[in-house]
């Protein structure tokens, strides 16, 4: 069998030799540059060769400079040669190419050495210097422009190797040594989805390039090679021993003695492994959101938002992204242990009658695409689509207390999952619409569904603030009285062609009270009385001014938000208006996008329109103020702490039925809201009490603003509104007009709002 392969080996070499008879060396590389009758595939062009291109990583960074995420085919970000340590050079040198400083990328001694192994079969080391590697990292010789006479066994690899000796020899003239060495540790392969030295380094030990010893750095060029055999997470063992091999060419070639060999070679790994991925780390759902916007971007300007190293700079705050992550995490926590207690052995899905809805879950799960590809295979009516989906396997499941394995079916992991509380926050400048915090579920490697922007619901009456901006524009007065009685309004088309109004309490106080009152303690029956006196087109008209662009259907209900779903992110733009003088500012949250090279490719500005005159605006944050000032106010139950030395306008909100919850706060220079809610309408608390705004969704916002103002360091403070240039023109003290008594409001200090029809 050896002598076979002796004398095959002997053929191609005759072949070779005469080929280069004939031809000549110049001869043979002209040919291949040139790719002469098609049968080399040819080369890149010079141009090519001069600006080498690996995939590249687009990296993501906060206003204040902390790197977000990435995005990536291949995860890779560039490192200059000054960002390497000298023992990471020192072990890629001994390793790799021990002569690459003497040599102009083709090391001829080497190339002898693999040549006679070759032919004696007996390795002793390749002939490929790290510039020749550099090029068949860079430019795929291995696999891409292959000619005909690749077809020629034996002869492919011969040819392979003449456009690397090309290539190096130009990528030699073109660049330092330094250059190249840093390009190399850019472009190979370390494993658990790391490209490049920098990658590797964060991966496995979260250092800098520039931080890694001996140890480290064996361990990272052990595993160039073979990533997966040297691998330190899925074979210590091997990489152990093949870190030995390194670590033993450093002391050959003197680099470090045999003492520090020998004390080296017994230590463990000592790794700090943590692989990136778009499912974890900071702003998971911002990333997400982001990326959607940036692929769009990516199109319309001639970019690959996943390899061409791009550099995007976001509004994002890390610090107020992480107190927005740790306030939601720690109500939610807690939220999901009182809905679990509230419906212990029973199901949350029930209908308005309190009954569960039967085949709920059948249902929902055929919105899923494991019931779209089980169809698609059995056929819809099979037996085969119900015995998979209820066939137990092994899985791992989110839970407060962290990742559990166990087993489940299909139909099991649905139930499981449907009875989980969902959640959304944002937090933003209304002066510069800068978002500065976005948390868009309680985790996103689970849930995936955006419920800042995305995922869109009936605001209850967080959306009264709209009416009541409206009838302010219109000439009325905070002070303007309205008795809290029932009313019935015209609603045509509907069965009965009226519609009556309930208060939360479900009783009237007969009591005459202010509408900043009203508002406070968001008292349905003068929210609907002053719609009434405005028509439902004039506050449609006013939502779309602030910025509300969803749906909205011109009805009665919709003075108590019933009459569309909106996005907390659309809310949070309308409440912004009035921090902002009467200016509407959309938010946004990409600032600007610069080339890998840091050249800047576009900066980005907000949009804005005058929405309100400068009173109105502040006549409104004076009447949301209410709700922490008034007696029975909803945001009455905010911390002290909050509440003092401070004025905070803000606004709960409870579907029918608590559905959904929703709190919107605004500070002098911060605004921020949070939605909660299950994953459908019929997913909520029994009782109405239980999962109201003030409940549900308030707690998040107070969490979050406590974590800010605790932090001396931002320059989000207590402070109070700017008042505009020109005095108010109307009252604001509406103390001579209030008549309502505490024993008036007794029914509003328990629950906020609206149980809508």
Known sequence: MKMKKRIKVVIILMWVILFFTVIGIPGIFTMVKNDAFGWFGGLPSLSALERPDPDLSSELFSADGVSLGKYFRTNRTPVTYDE?????????????????????????????????????????????????????????????????????????????????????????????????????????????????????????????????????????????????????????????????????????????????????????????????????????????????????????????????????????????????????????????????????????????DQNEIEGFIENEIKKESIYRRLVEKYGEDSDSVEIVLNQPKPMTVFSWQGEKDTLLSPMDSMRYYKRFLQAGFMAMEPTTGHIKAWVGGINYKYFQFDHVKQGKRQPGSTFKPVVYTAAIDNGYSPCFPVVDAPVTYPFPGEDPPTWTPNNSSGKFTGAKMTIRQAMARSVNSITAFMMNELGPRTVVDYARRLGIKSPLAAVPPLCLGAGGDVSLYEMLGAYSTFINKGVYTEPFYISRIEDKNGNLIQQFFPVTKEALNEETAYVMLHMLKGTSEEVGGTAWGLDWNLRNDNEIGAKTGTTQNASDGWFIGVTQNLAAGAWVGGDVRSIRFREWVLGQGARTAMPIWEGFMMRVYDDVTLPYQKSKFDPPINPISIELDCSVYETGSEADTVFYDVVDEDDIF
């Open 84 to 352: 390497l340590s000298p023992q990471l050079i020192n072990t890629l040198l001994v390793t790799e190419d021990i002569r690459f400083k003497q040599h102009s990328g083709i090391d001829l001694k080497g190339l002898i050495r693999a040549v006679v192994g070759k032919l004696t079969f007996q390795f002793r080391g390749g002939g490929s210097t790290i510039t020749m590697q550099l090029a068949e990292n860079l430019y795929r010789t291995n696999s891409e422009n292959q000619g005909s006479m690749y077809r020629i066994r034996g002869i492919g690899q011969i040819i392979t190797k003449l456009k690397e000796w090309i290539i190096a020899v130009q990528l030699e003239k073109s660049y330092t040594k330094e250059e190249i060495l840093a390009m190399y540790l850019n472009t190979v392969e370390y494993g658990s989805n790391s490209f490049g030295i920098k990658v590797a380094a964060k991966t496995f030990f979260n250092k800098l390039p520039s931080q890694l010893d001996y140890l480290e750095s064996a361990t990272l060029i052990g595993a160039v090679n073979a990533p997966t055999r040297y691998s330190p997470i899925l074979n210590p063992e091997n990489a152990i021993s093949k870190r030995t091999e390194l670590l033993y060419n450093l002391r050959k070639y003197n680099i470090i003695s045999q003492e520090q060999y020998d004390t080296l070679k017994v230590q463990p790994l000592n790794l700090n492994y943590k692989v990136d991925s778009h499912n974890v780390g900071p702003a998971t759902y911002f990333r997400a959101q982001a990326r959607n916007f940036l692929l769009n971007w990516s199109k319309q300007n001639g970019y690959d938002l996943f390899d061409d190293g791009l550099k995007i700079y976001t509004t994002i705050d890390s610090r107020l992204q992480q107190y927005a992550e740790d306030a939601m995490t720690a109500h939610m926590d807690t939220l999901q242990r009182q809905f679990n207690e509230h419906w212990a052995e029973g199901n949350p899905w029930i209908d308005e």
